[in-house]
């Protein structure tokens, strides 16, 4: 069993007067130790949420949660997430489970110190005080490649740079060696070349300590980087996934290839157009009307409006191994029309090798 | 020919302290000495992190800013030397389109008041009639339909307000537009058509754009020559083929392996550099090259000294690196590693006594991931 499997999960905003709002419908992905594993999507599809959900950090009030989040603890047994307890999930937090947040200033309490912030978990969580704690929260400054850690402990997040803030939020999060560290947009908020540092330095976290990882976020281009594993949202449902290879090959889901299309490329010819998908996010239809997409879509049908299409595999895939949400899916072409001939033939190669590992 | 000319263009921003008096105890050198030129027709883009003064150099070629020192040459006169009401009529020609869609519309005015205030300003359309067929032409042109005329801001989606910020700039007929971060804050696929609408627009209306951006990406996408800004500073300019091509400053060659691109095969096999450390303080740059504290081909001496001339190396490719010829041919090795590894060593002070069972996980996972990492292809 995975470390996180995640089955039906549904979060609604309910609201008096207001009608509600199905944020989540519906998403089902697992994590396995020491894999990282992307939620993709743009604003609105339900990606923060989702985390959100996890993490047990929605309010109670005006909020449904269904659905199950299956989480094996270090001792072997398997909890629900979405059903504990709040001192239960507070001794979660930090051991077993740990989150980093899109904007680090407003992580932080600004009026604490940042030594302060890191040594609670400390204190909280391994029973640390006094200067074995302050010890520690230096290492673990230092660790995530802070310079002259002692001195930042005594200092306050607005006097750390963007990148220091982002480093310090992940070095709370890593303190007690969490299983599963979820990472909201971690870099979002950052510049390019801080962003590859910030990357650099979770991959590295993946690949010393086996920590799993779920990257939420909405560039392509750091799940490209990234991910094993790779889940497209729409509409708060997965339209698409697969492992990051086979997806940026030949996206089959007609809003991860439109996805694909769109974005500029730093190794593309000037001049070559974009191919943007159509409309907004706005326009979208209840899933159970049919595909939420389909009014945006270029490949749309009248099937794709007898309900909602069911997470299948994809035609001429291993089972299980490219699952797509579509009755029409995009096959045998890469997005970009241009070059769709010779990477159609990288496509094929691709795959074949990434089934035969 | 050139419409736009900037000539060691310089805005620096006084530190003030003080209780009764303000003194001056300090300048924020936002721009520094840029000098470059924007041919009528293209797209000049310009690059670089935040603080890097890429939007202070946009706001004060429209005078936004003050101008320390310098000129700012538009088709043949000097904005930087204008009286403040000549700039104001000036400025017909010179429009600007923001970062934030939702920031830079007034919340309470609907689109038409919003779009006809500067043509009343300016003296376009003789009437109310006039102006709004005039309107009602430019929103068809961005792709908005007529009934927005009498709606507000918050109406609409952010892809949307962005097409109303460029037909504010569009209804004045102007040459020259400046977009500061015109796709930042949109979605990838919102941000595709707003690329598309503003070729388009440039290809049929003529105009000359400056696309101020931190996507290396939009940027290269859009523009036909892209300049680099470091710290004030001009660090390369190039033809957008060919500084994608060939980079030549240290500076340009860590942010283009840092942009992460959407295709993991080139993703695991290309070049990284990895910076140290963020970018130092405007207010007090280094001395010499200023990228010299983070350049990984670092010189002793020359680099921390003297201040790189921005030097045209042929093809309209200009730098400004002591030793960019000798980076690119090879003979100059980088005086430390460029992807260095970040994470420092787990000390035994970091392990956990009490949970045994913990880091027997760890490395039993460590033994998986070993093992995973040895059959994949």
């Known amino acids: 069993m995975s470390l996180l499997s995640v089955d039906e999960l549904t979060v609604t905003f309910t609201g008096r007067g207001t009608r509600d709002v199905n944020a989540v419908s519906g998403v089902s992905f697992s994590v396995d130790e020491g894999q990282v594993v992307g939620l993709v999507g743009e604003s609105g599809c339900g990606k923060s949420v989702t985390s959100l959900a996890l993490m047990g950090l929605l309010p109670k009030r005006g909020v449904r949660v269904g659905g199950r989040a299956l989480f094996r603890t270090k001792g072997g047994g398997s909890t629900d997430l979405l059903t504990l307890g709040r001192s239960a999930l507070r001794d979660l937090r930090g051991p077993q489970l740990a989150m980093i947040f899109q904007d680090p200033l407003s992580s932080l309490n600004p009026v604490v110190p940042i030594g302060v912030q890191v040594t609670e978990i400390l204190a909280r969580h391994r029973g640390m005080r006094g200067k074995a704690a302050r010890d520690q929260a230096a290492h673990l400054l230092e660790r995530v490649g802070i310079p002259d850690p002692t001195r ?29 560290l ?3 947009e971690p870099t979002t908020a950052l510049d390019v070349t801080i962003q590859a540092q910030i990357l650099e330095l979770l991959k590295e976290l993946v690949d010393d300590q086996g920590t799993a990882l779920l990257m939420i976020t909405h560039d392509l281009g750091v799940v490209a980087g990234l991910c ?31 996805l694909l299309g769109s974005i500029p490329r730093l190794d593309s010819p000037r001049g070559e157009p974009l191919n943007p998908i159509r409309g907004s996010i706005n326009d979208t239809i209840a899933w159970g009307d049919g595909c939420a997409f389909a009014p945006r879509c270029d490949f749309y049908t009248l099937a794709c409006l007898e309900g909602a299409p069911a997470l299948a595999d994809l035609p001429g895939a291993e089972p299980a191994a490219h699952l797509v949400r579509c009755v029409n899916p995009v096959l045998n072409e890469a997005p970009g029309a241009g070059d769709a001939d010779d990477a159609g033939a990288d496509t094929e190669s691709d795959t074949t090798k990434e089934a035969s590992a | 020919m050139s419409l736009l000319e900037l000539d060691d263009v310089k805005v620096h921003f006084p530190v003030k302290r003080g209780v009764l008096f303000d003194r001056t105890v300090g300048h924020v050198y936002a721009v520094d000495g840029v000098s470059l030129s924007v041919t009528a027709g293209q797209t000049y883009g310009l690059v670089g992190e935040s603080g890097c003064g890429k939007t202070t150099l946009g706001r004060a070629i429209l005078r936004l800013n003050d101008i320390t020192a310098g000129h700012v040459v538009f088709d043949g006169t000097d904005l930087a030397a204008l009286p403040d009401e000549e700039m104001r009529r000036a400025r017909r020609r010179l429009q600007m389109v923001f970062q934030d869609p939702l920031g830079s519309l007034n919340p309470r005015q609907n689109i038409e008041s919003i779009l006809a205030e500067g043509m009343a300003a300016h003296g376009i359309g003789a009437d109310r009639e006039e102006r709004r067929t005039r309107i009602l032409e430019i929103l068809e042109r961005v792709g908005l339909p007529a009934t927005a005329l009498s709606r507000y801001p918050h109406e609409f989606s952010g892809g949307q307000r962005q097409r109303i910020g460029i037909a504010r700039a569009l209804v ?141 190396i042929g093809g309209g490719h200009r730098v400004a690196c002591h030793f960019a010829a000798e ?51």
């Open chain 1, 152 to 180: 930042r402990l005594r200092e306050y997040p607005h006097q750390l740079s963007g990148g220091m803030r982002q480093r310090a939020l992940i070095a709370m999060a890593v303190a007690c060696a969490p299983r599963l």
């Open chain 2, 327 to 377: 980076i690119a041919d090879g003979t100059l090795e980088p005086v430390r590693e460029l992807a260095p590894k970040l994470l420092g060593a787990e000390t035994p002070a970091a392990e956990v006594p009490a949970e045994v069972p913990a880091d027997a996980a760890a490395q039993r996972e460590k033994g998986e991931r070993g093992e995973k990492e040895s059959t994949t292809p």
């Open chain 1, 228 to 258: 094993d594993d790779v889940n497209v949202l729409y509409a708060g449902k997965v339209v698409e996934a697969a492992g990051r290879r086979p997806l940026f090959a030949a996206p089959a889901h007609p809003y991860a290839h439109g």
């Open chain 2, 172 to 312: 004045l007929e102007p040459d020259l537009i400046i977009c500061d971060e015109p796709v930042s804050a949109l979605d990838v696929s919102i941000q595709a058509q707003v690329l598309n609408l503003l070729e388009e627009l440039q290809d049929s209306l003529g105009l000359t754009y400056v696309v101020i951006a931190h996507d290396l990406a939009v940027v290269r996408h859009i523009s036909d020559v892209i300049g680099v800004m470091y710290l004030g500073q001009l660090v390369e300019e190039a033809p957008s083929d060919v500084l994608y091509a060939e980079p030549r400053h240290p500076y340009t060659r860590a942010l283009m392996s840092a942009v992460p691109v959407p295709d993991p095969d080139l993703e695991d096999s290309r070049e990284r550099i990895l910076l140290r450390g963020d970018l130092p303080s405007p207010a007090n740059p280094p001395t010499g090259c200023r990228f010299h504290t983070r350049c990984p081909w670092r010189q002793a001496e020359r680099c921390d000294t003297e201040r790189p001339a921005l030097t045209d």
């Open chain 1, 182 to 184: 979820i990472a909201d």
